[in-house]
Every structure is written in structure tokens, then in C-alpha cells.
């Protein structure tokens, strides 16, 4: 069963703006993971968060976490042509010693230039 | 390059016809993972396996089956059973079943039925 939720389902954003991706999930965490996926292609993987952060950066990207609202938030800044795809949030959870990821439906991010 | 290899980019299948999606990895991981994805959804998880000669049913197991004989394989067959096979299908790995790592995705084989 999909546990995350992602809102919004689609954004269109002008180049140079800010998006803003939320994800939100039910069960407790391990981990929460951000992936990428350009059209037809594999998942890239961008920023893991541990259940005991509450906020990350890798370039221009910043995640945050908030584990007593069960949400999770994908900032990506100065945004460019070429950050056109989709993005997904993965809660890891681990069972019987293995690793689990349960996807959200993804945010389509479309960057208009 | 390491990374993860998977075979054919497209295939298609005919009705009662079992097929089978090829996944090599050479990254040294131990886990490897089959999901499915259909239009506009996230992954959801067919098999698992956390090292050789072991793996594990994951949420939409039925009309799948998989084999892990060696650590850089994990091939993935649809059998007849699976009605709807319809779908791209994505491999993945990690270093490991229990670890705090990201999981690495091969490009994907989209199946279609002819």
C-alpha cells in the first residue's frame, strides 16, 4: 500500500522560481528519501533525511522533516529548465531486517523557461 | 561504470505467454528490488531479496516470480497468472537490506501486451 502523499500532484513554475514539494506519510519512519524521475527514464536518488533530522541541503536543495506531523517538504531554489521531471518521496521503513520504501504519487514539476 | 543494467528497454508479451526482465547490477550491493509503476502513480514493490539464494514477496507479489542465484542478478519473470501486466518495470539495489542508503535504479524495461 502507498503510505506517502504528495502535494501538489503537478507544478508549472517560471525559471529562477523557488518550488515547493510536501509529502505526507502515516506509519513511523526510518528514514524519509526525495528520488527524481525525467520521463521514461530510472529513479535518481537526491536527498535522504533521517528520522532524527529535521532539515537538510544539498545544493539547491533543502528538505525538511517533521516527524509529529508526519510531513516531509522538497524545496528546490533558483529553479532551472533542466529540473523538469518528477519527484518522489520514499518512507523507508524496515521489516524483518530489510529495507522497505513505500513511494508517494509523485509531484510532475514543470519549469517553464 | 558501476551502475545498474536492465534488459530490454521494451518488451511485449502475448496472452499466455510468460516473459522475463533481465536486472545486473555491478556496485557489489547485496539487496536488490522489483518494482512496478503504472502512469502517473509512485512505485509499488513486487520482490525483494537481501542476499543470494533469498528474497521475499513484497506488496504485489501474485503473478510474479524471481530467482537470486547469483549477487549481481535478479531477474524478474511476469507469468501468465498477471492480467494486467502492463507497466514499467524498475530494478534497483542498495549496499544493503539494513542500512541507511539510497537504493540505486536501473532505466527500466516497459512491458506492453500485444
Known amino acids: 500500500s502507498q503510505q506517502g502523499e504528495e502535494d501538489p500532484q503537478a507544478l508549472s513554475i517560471q525559471e529562477g522560481e523557488n518550488a515547493t514539494m510536501n509529502c505526507s506519510y502515516k506509519?513511523?519512519?526510518?528514514?524519509l528519501q526525495w528520488y527524481r524521475q525525467n520521463s521514461g527514464r530510472g529513479l535518481v536518488h537526491l536527498i535522504l533525511?533521517?528520522?532524527?533530522?529535521r532539515e537538510k541541503h544539498s545544493g539547491r536543495l533543502r528538505v525538511t522533516l517533521d516527524t509529529s506531523k508526519k510531513s516531509s517538504s522538497l524545496l528546490i531554489t533558483a529553479s532551472r529548465a533542466a529540473d523538469t521531471a518528477s519527484y518522489f518521496c520514499?518512507?523507508?521503513?524496515?521489516?524483518?531486517?530489510?529495507?522497505?520504501?513505500?513511494f508517494g504519487q509523485g509531484t510532475r514539476l514543470t519549469i517553464n523557461p | 561504470d558501476g551502475g545498474i543494467t536492465q534488459s530490454p528497454k521494451y518488451l511485449f508479451r502475448k496472452e499466455g505467454q510468460n516473459v522475463t526482465l533481465s536486472c545486473e547490477q555491478n556496485l557489489n550491493h547485496d539487496a536488490m528490488y522489483w518494482y512496478r509503476q503504472d502512469p502517473g502513480q509512485g512505485l509499488r514493490l513486487i520482490y525483494y531479496?537481501?542476499?543470494?539464494?533469498?528474497?521475499q514477496k513484497g506488496d504485489i507479489a501474485e503473478g510474479y516470480s524471481v530467482s537470486r542465484e547469483k549477487k549481481e542478478s535478479f531477474p524478474l519473470t511476469v507469468t501468465s497468472a498477471q492480467k494486467n501486466p502492463t507497466a514499467f518495470y524498475l530494478c534497483?539495489?542498495?549496499?544493503?537490506?539494513?542500512?541507511?542508503?539510497?537504493?540505486?535504479f536501473g532505466d527500466g524495461t516497459r512491458l506492453s501486451i500485444l
Open positions: 520514499a518512507t523507508v521503513i524496515i521489516i524483518q531486517g530489510a529495507q522497505k520504501l513505500v
Open positions: 506509519t513511523s519512519i526510518n528514514n
Open positions: 531479496s537481501q542476499i543470494v539464494n533469498d528474497f
Open positions: 533525511i533521517r528520522s532524527n533530522e
Open positions: 534497483a539495489s542498495s549496499i544493503g537490506p539494513n542500512s541507511n542508503q539510497p537504493q540505486h
